[in-house]
T-cell receptor, first 115, second 113 residues
Framework: DTGVSQDPRHKITKRGQNVTFRCDPISEHNRLYWYRQTLGQGPEFLTYFQNEAQLEKSRLLSDRFSAERPKGSFSTLEIQRTEQGDSAMYLC?????????????FGPGTRLLVL | KQEVTQIPAALSVPEGENLVLNCSFTDSAIYNLQWFRQDPGKGLTSLLLIQSSQREQTSGRLNASLDKSSGRSTLYIAASQPGDSATYLCAVMTTDSWGKLQFGAGTQVVVTP
């Protein structure tokens, strides 16, 4: 399977704990995106990388959130001191830079529940 | 600030009917518009991408049109099947935020046998 993969698929944690999610993009894709989706809403953009450079961060991404893509391949999204409001589906997508013509391909998501 | 709206929020049709899903956006300065399908608890599957210079795209039973000047796109699904039941989302990429997709809340579709 050469699609976007995410790990874990589900995570239950207690308020105040740190969590880390991993995304493996399609191998030749140089762009990688993180989105967050809550029930009944469309995904909201969090951040994106071109190769290892983080090019844009949403204002939704508070100081408790950090994302990395150290070698321009996989990416991690860490949430520190989780809050109940962080409960959501975290989606990763990747694309091949095509000057705005590219399709973004999404992974299955990581569903986070903060108790 | 770009806003993307999808109406209706939910739609139920009998099998065999054509589906018409609407998407509107407030800022016409877009690179492209994408339609996605999402099954419950799953990720998104890309259906069609329309470039800003295009008027429509077709794939099998799916046809999407784009009217950039009026800020509207329509997804047509011909001869609906129960397997078409899902949430359909549209998303735009605006020229001032290259790479970032802005999504509507989606239309939840149920096709009854």
């Amino acid at each position: 399977d050469t699609g976007v993969s995410q790990d874990p698929r589900h995570k239950i944690t207690k308020r105040g704990q740190n969590v880390t999610f991993r995304c493996d993009p399609i191998s030749e894709h140089n762009r990688l995106y993180w989105y967050r989706q809550t029930l009944g809403q469309g995904p909201e953009f969090l951040t994106y990388f071109q190769n290892e450079a983080q090019l844009e961060k949403s204002r939704l991404l508070s100081d408790r959130f950090s994302a990395e893509r150290p070698k321009g391949s996989f990416s991690t999204l860490e949430i520190q001191r989780t809050e109940q409001g962080d409960s959501a589906m975290y989606l990763c997508a990747s694309s091949l830079d095509g000057g705005g013509k590219e399709t973004q391909y999404f992974g299955p998501g990581t569903r986070l529940l903060v108790l | 600030k770009q806003e993307v709206t999808q109406i209706p929020a939910a739609l139920s049709v009998p099998e065999g009917e054509n589906l018409v899903l609407n998407c509107s956006f407030t800022d016409s300065a877009i690179y492209n518009l994408q339609w996605f399908r999402q099954d419950p608890g799953k990720g998104l599957t890309s259906l069609l991408l329309i470039q800003s210079s295009q008027r429509e795209q077709t794939s099998g039973r799916l046809n999407a049109s784009l009217d950039k000047s009026s800020g509207r796109s329509t997804l047509y699904i011909a001869a609906s099947q129960p397997g078409d039941s899902a949430t359909y989302l549209c998303a735009v990429m605006t020229t001032d935020s290259w790479g970032k997709l802005q999504f509507g809340a989606g239309t939840q579709v149920v096709v009854t046998p």
